[in-house]
Every structure is written in C-alpha cells, then in structure tokens.
C-alpha cells in the first residue's frame, strides 16, 4: 500500500506541471478547508506505517495551495519535526530507540544539510529540475520499500 501510493505521488510530480506555484501564497480560510482533509490524509498514511510524512505533505501543501515546490518542502519541515517527535517519542517510551544508530543518524543528517545546504538556491531556481528529482527520490524510495518487503 505505502508502496503505491508513494509510487503514484512520485509519477504524479513528473507530469508537466502548468505553473510552478506561487512563492507568495498566504495561508486563508479557503486553503485551510482545503488542508483538513490533505492533513488527514497524510497523517493517516504516517501513523498507520510510520513512514511517509514528508513524503506525501509536500504533494499535498502544493495541491491545497499553489505553493512553490521550495515553499511546500520548507512548510512540511515543521510537520515532520512535530511526526518524528510524536514517533521517536513513542519509540523511546517502549524501549526501542537504539542510541548509537540515533547519533549515527543526526551525524548523518548533519553532514547531508551542511552538503546539500550551497546546492539549495541553485535548484530552487530550477524548480522543473527540482520536482523532478524530488519525484525520483520519493519513487526510488517506494521501490525500497516495496523491495524490503517482499524480501
């Protein structure tokens, strides 16, 4: 399940788009409404696999409002913080979290934002270029799962 439907979001952000979102887009009513359910839906998906946050909130913030893929990837980091905390916490309550592969994990994390951190203005003036590869990631990750699962 978590493999198509990460499958189809990933196919989805190859087709042409028509624009590519407004920068300045502002939170209103009419786009709230239209969050609920894109919320639900995306919290739904993570509690139920425990995955698949911030894979599918940023489709979702692009569709409910228009927004840049740059802007939704940004607006999405705050729901992953608050998914990972509720998730992690959850985990570290049962006993389960495993010490060094949380260090080892942050370090990795760290070293990939400092790496990746330069390349950022550069792709977001190539938003084509930037769904693209967004679009590969969330593929390429569904195939791993899907691949982890039949193994």
Known sequence: MLFALRRAMGL??????RNEGDPAVRLDMAMTVKLVPAGLGVGLAAGFFGIGG???????????????????????????????????????????VDGPALIAMIAGGAVGVALARPLAPRLAARAALARRLFAAMVILTALYVAWRALG
């Not at 705050?78 to 916490?89: E, H, I, R, W, Y």
């Open 12 to 17: 989805a952000m190859l087709r042409p788009v």
């Open 54 to 96: 911030g894979f599918l909130i940023v489709p979702g913030l692009m569709a409910a409002t228009g927004m840049t893929l740059a802007n939704a990837a940004a607006s999405s980091l705050l729901s992953v913080l608050v998914f990972g905390v509720a998730t992690a916490g959850t985990y570290a309550v049962a006993g389960r």
